[in-house]
T-cell receptor
C-alpha cells in the first residue's frame, strides 16, 4: 500500500540558507501534519493542514512556513536556517481531522552546518 | 497541558511478554496512540484507543483507562525485531486529532 512520501530524504544546508521539504500524503488523505524530532528527542508538532487550510499550529518558528496544495501535498519552507534546526522532519497524514489512524512518512534529515 | 510519562528503558527475552506503561495528564483527552520507532526511521502506527478497555491486534494489545490517565502496550511472543522505541502519544480535545503530544519513548531491547 502507498505510504506517506517525503523528499528529500537527506539535506545539508549552511546557516542562513533556505530549505524546502515536501510531503505527499497517502492517496485520499486530506490532512497533513508536520513534526520535528531533534536528536534523542520526541517528535514535536509544528503545523497541520486540512483541506488546504491551516488547521492547527504548534511550536513552529516564524522563520518557517508551510502550505498544502490542491493535490493535498504539502511543503515546509525553512528560512534563515540555524544550527538548532538540524533534525528529522516528519510528515504524517490522515483521512479527515478525526481519522483514527495517523501515518508517518520516513522523514527528511536536515543537517545545518 | 500534557504530562506523558513512560519508562525510559526495558529489556526482555525472545518469546516473552512485556508491558509498557504510560501515564498522562491532559486538559481534555481525545485519544491515545502507540507508535513503534526504530532509530532514524518513521514512527509506525500500532494502536489507537479512545474508549476504556483493551484493543487487541495480533501480538500487540493496548489498554486504556481514561479515569486513571493510564495506558499500556502489551507485546507478546517477543521477537528480536521488536527491539525499538515505543512512543505513547496523546491527542487533546480542542485541537486536531493528529496534533499528538509524545512521551519520551521506551527503548525496548529484546535479547535472544
Amino acid at each position: 500500500a502507498a505510504g506517506v512520501i517525503q523528499s528529500p530524504r537527506h539535506l545539508i544546508k549552511e546557516k542562513r540558507e533556505t530549505a524546502t521539504l515536501k510531503c505527499y500524503p497517502i492517496p485520499r488523505h486530506d490532512t497533513v501534519y508536520w513534526y520535528q524530532q531533534g536528536p534523542g528527542q520526541d517528535p514535536q508538532f509544528l503545523i497541520s493542514f486540512y483541506e488546504k487550510m491551516q488547521s492547527d499550529k504548534g511550536s513552529i518558528p516564524d522563520r518557517f512556513s508551510a502550505q498544502q496544495f490542491s493535490d493535498y501535498h504539502s511543503e515546509l519552507n525553512m528560512s534563515s536556517l540555524e544550527l538548532g534546526d538540524s533534525a528529522l522532519y516528519f510528515c504524517a497524514s490522515s483521512l479527515g481531522e478525526s481519522g483514527n489512524t495517523i501515518y508517518f512518512g520516513e522523514g527528511s534529515w536536515l543537517t545545518v552546518v | 497541558g500534557q504530562n506523558i510519562d513512560q519508562p525510559t528503558e526495558m529489556t526482555a527475552t525472545e518469546g516473552a511478554i512485556v508491558q509498557i506503561n504510560c501515564t498522562y495528564q491532559t486538559s481534555g483527552f481525545n485519544g491515545l496512540f502507540w507508535y513503534q520507532q526504530h532509530a532514524g526511521e518513521a514512527p509506525t502506527f500500532l494502536s489507537y484507543n479512545v474508549l476504556d478497555g483493551l484493543e487487541e491486534k495480533g501480538r500487540f494489545s493496548s489498554f486504556l483507562s481514561r479515569s486513571k490517565g493510564y495506558s499500556y502496550l502489551l507485546l507478546k511472543e517477543l521477537q528480536m525485531k521488536d527491539s525499538a522505541s515505543y512512543l505513547c502519544a496523546v491527542s487533546e480535545r480542542g485541537s486536531t486529532l493528529g496534533r499528538l503530544y509524545f512521551g519520551r519513548g521506551t527503548q525496548l531491547t529484546v535479547w535472544p
